[in-house]
């Protein structure tokens, strides 16, 4: 469920973010937003178009 929470808050931010910028958007623990990426990214739903940084794959 953080899974679409951070995938959202992705979505709306229109531009790359870090695990920390996202899990402050969204209200969650670091841990959870890393886990969430993880699976997210493993999913093919989201990129990381550089190093640290995190973007839905369009």
């Known amino acids: ?3 679409e929470i951070v ?3 992705l979505k709306e931010a229109g531009k790359p973010l870090r695990p ?3 899990a402050k ?4 623990d670091k841990k959870e937003v890393s886990e969430a990426i ?5 999913e093919g739903k989201i ?3 550089k190093r640290c940084y995190y973007a839905p794959a369009e």
């Open 1 to 3: 469920m953080s899974e």
């Open 38 to 42: 993880k699976k997210l990214k493993k």
């Open 20 to 22: 920390g910028d996202i």
């Open 25 to 28: 958007i969204a209200g969650l």
């Open 47 to 49: 990129i990381s178009p």
């Open 7 to 9: 995938f959202k808050v």
